[in-house]
């Protein structure tokens, strides 16, 4: 099976999707890039992070749309386009600039459906790319999922290797409800097996990336990588863990996290978000609410601490929960024994 | 109905409207009116839950813009959107049963006065958000676009609406990608309690979108003749494919930016005056009186028709059951 990184499985997704459907259109600001520009070079950028790639020239200016810096008009442009009968995948670049569309995304396009008596569908995909560990600073860097997720009428989904990038992503096109995509940044150089024809990751299915007997691991987005070292550097001593990556936290799939806590009775959560209101205090709830009597240990998060992501090399390394603290928390939650 | 828009996209100046035209949008206007009038001895009974922003006064525009338009056309309205939403056709009887927040209104009352839709007839929905309505329809206006078929989409604001950055990024978007955007700017004079004279910086609206590259006109909005035509002027060049423009309509509404606002930024005989100079209705019937385009008689036929409608709407609402608490849960999603 073919090696891709993720940046490329995405860019395959949003290829076979355009010309599977000819209502998918793709807008945002230098998704294909060198318009206006000096030298000429029409598709001088194919998206910052090169996941549009390609796609201007295959598929044409109507339906791939360069547009200003201008979020508010993007996502809402999506949204009407959406109401109009295309399925935008709108590009929001960095997912720190919800903070000048968000009325867009939680005032109009969760709620479309909802308060028009459900007779209106906005199949709109927002693609924003998130995450810190490339000293972007604090308002590049943030993974604000947990905002978004609290949200109802939106899906949000957080791949954390390519092969589910790419299968998500044609879900989230095909899906007729408004979904909100989020790409890890650093995710995106790294390969894995994915292959070449189109298929479908279903929502609300978490991935068990390791069976084990001990403690169950939830880890999200880039967690996922830096949690399978941990667990199987442990599991070289014979503390073996679930690692469970829910891959979307709306719809998320509790069933499986309980599962695996009846079994285990310890539960360790690792989330890359600083730890209030966060997707692990949520997961930590649902726990306690429905499977409180499994539990041996107390549940332990794993989180950024409640700072703004920093930009200094030295600081943002120990913002974010790296392999050795996640092999910590395991150990603490084995204390017992 | 929305019949003015010719077959082949051309569109209409108002020398040409026939008679049957010429009472389907004095029809359209006198129901907007009476829908509203009535909303306002209704709400004073205290049977209308939440709140409601009527449109009375401003019904030429709302009627002067849908007549230009077709069913496949889109517009995106705002927070006092009744006018909008029976100018492009929407059912009153399911309006009305809509703001009174009964299981069959028009959006199952999960929506209310102010998010009232109808897809099948290109409303893409009244919108609570100063502001949020333009970057939808520049939206609907990429689809338009990309299918080639020569509709066009239809912004409604106010001057309140004109101070929001959305609403500046809508139009230098719709300039940009040249889609058939049309930005109609209802300047009312006031957003919310303040002044338009205070709060818009330039007091020029038509300039600011005319600064943003696309033509833009001011026109009496008291006048259905005169939005008509300016309408007719922006859509014919949507279609041709010249792109977006505006229309900046000065008006006046007839009561508060809510039902139950005691208006005290306003001179106390302010309205009372205005209801003497600015009633479209009026307006047009002096017009029609004078042009011998339509009698009187057929005038008061609609008054009459459109009356009993508005009753039978309000006493239908009353007696409309109210959604059922299962209903808290349906249409978060289509799947979840």
Redesign the interface.
């Known amino acids: 099976m073919p090696q891709l990184t993720m940046r490329d499985a995405l860019n395959q997704a949003l290829h076979q999707e355009m010309a599977r459907d000819e209502r998918v259109i793709v807008l945002g600001e230098d998704v294909s890039g060198g318009a206006g520009g000096t030298s000429g070079e029409r598709e001088a950028s194919g998206g910052i992070f090169g996941v549009t790639k390609g796609l201007l020239p295959k598929f044409g200016e109507g339906r791939v749309l360069d547009t200003p810096i201008s979020e508010s008009a993007i996502i809402g442009a999506a949204a009407g386009a959406a109401l109009a009968g295309l399925r935008p995948v709108a590009e929001l670049m960095f997912a720190d600039f919800v903070g000048v569309c968000f009325d867009q995304i939680y005032n109009q396009i969760a709620k479309f459906r909802y308060m028009f008596g459900g007779k209106s569908t906005c199949p709109v995909v927002i693609r924003m790319a998130m995450g810190a560990g490339m000293n972007m600073g604090p308002q590049h860097s943030q993974t604000i999922y947990s905002l978004l997720t609290a949200i109802p009428g939106l899906k949000i989904v957080i791949p954390s290797n390519a092969y589910d990038a790419k299968g998500l992503l044609i879900q989230a096109i095909r899906d007729d409800d408004p979904v909100i995509f989020f790409e890890h940044k650093a995710l995106y150089p790294r390969k894995g097996e994915v292959p070449e024809e189109a298929y479908t990751v279903p929502f609300g299915e978490a991935n068990l990336v390791r069976e084990g007997e001990h403690v169950t691991v939830v880890a999200l987005a880039r967690m996922v990588p830096f949690a399978e070292r941990a667990v199987d550097a442990l599991a070289k001593e014979g503390i073996t863990c679930d690692l469970i990556d829910p891959r979307t936290t709306s719809p998320l799939d509790e069933d499986t996290i309980i599962e695996s806590v009846e079994g285990t009775g310890r539960l360790v959560i690792i989330d890359e978000s600083p730890p209030r209101c966060g997707m692990a205090c949520d997961i930590a709830a649902t726990v306690a609410q429905k499977a409180f009597r499994s539990l041996k240990r107390p549940i332990i998060q794993v989180t950024a601490p409640h700072t703004p992501v920093p930009f200094a090399p030295s600081l943002e390394r120990v913002y974010v929960p790296g392999p050795p603290r996640i092999e910590a928390a395991i150990r603490e939650a084995m204390r017992d024994e | 109905m929305n019949g003015s828009a010719t077959s082949d996209g051309t569109t209409l100046d108002s020398t040409r409207l026939d008679p049957a035209r010429t009472l389907h949008a004095y029809r359209q206007m006198k129901l907007i009116r009476e829908f509203e009038e009535r909303l306002h001895v209704e709400i004073a009974t205290g049977d209308i839950p939440g709140f409601t922003h009527l449109y009375a006064g401003q019904e030429a525009v709302a009627v002067g813009v849908c007549e230009q338009l077709s069913h496949s056309d ?1 517009i ?1 309205s705002t927070h006092r959107g009744h006018g909008h939403c029976i100018a492009k056709g929407c059912d009153v009887l399911g309006m009305m049963k809509e703001i009174y927040g009964r299981q069959d ?7 209310g006065s102010m ?1 009232i ?3 099948t007839k290109g409303m ?2 009244a ?3 100063v502001g ?1 309505g ?13 299918r080639g078929n020569r509709n066009v ?1 239809v912004a409604f604001g106010g001057d309140g609406s004109a101070n929001q ?2 609403v500046f ?2 139009m ?2 719709a300039v ?2 040249r889609v058939p955007a049309i930005f109609i700017i209802e300047n009312n004079g006031y957003s919310e309690h303040t002044g338009a004279s205070y709060a818009v910086g330039s007091k020029d609206l038509a300039g600011r979108a005319r600064a943003f590259g696309m033509p833009a006109e001011c026109v009496d909005g008291a006048d259905f003749h005169a939005v008509f035509d300016a309408m007719g002027r922006a859509v014919a060049h949507a279609r041709k494919g010249g792109g977006p423009s505006t229309i900046e309509t000065t008006i006046t509404r007839f009561y508060g930016h809510f039902e139950g606002d005691p208006q005290n930024y306003r001179a106390k005989d302010e309205v009372a005056k205005l209801r003497v100079t600015m009633d479209c209705l009026k307006r047009f019937r002096a017009r029609v009186a004078e042009d011998r385009s339509v009698p009187a008689s057929e005038l008061d036929a609609i008054d009459a028709e459109v009356s009993a409608l508005i009753e039978r709407a309000v006493v239908e609402a009353k007696a409309s059951p109210p959604p059922s608490p299962a209903d808290l849960y ?7």
């Open positions: 889109y995106v209104g028009l959006c199952h009352g999960k929506g998010h839709a109808d897809m893409l929905g919108n609570a958000i949020g333009p970057p939808i329809a520049v939206g609907a206006a990429i689809a338009c676009k990309l989409s950055g959305t990024e809508a230098n978007m940009v990608l349906s249409d978060v999603y289509i799947n979840y």
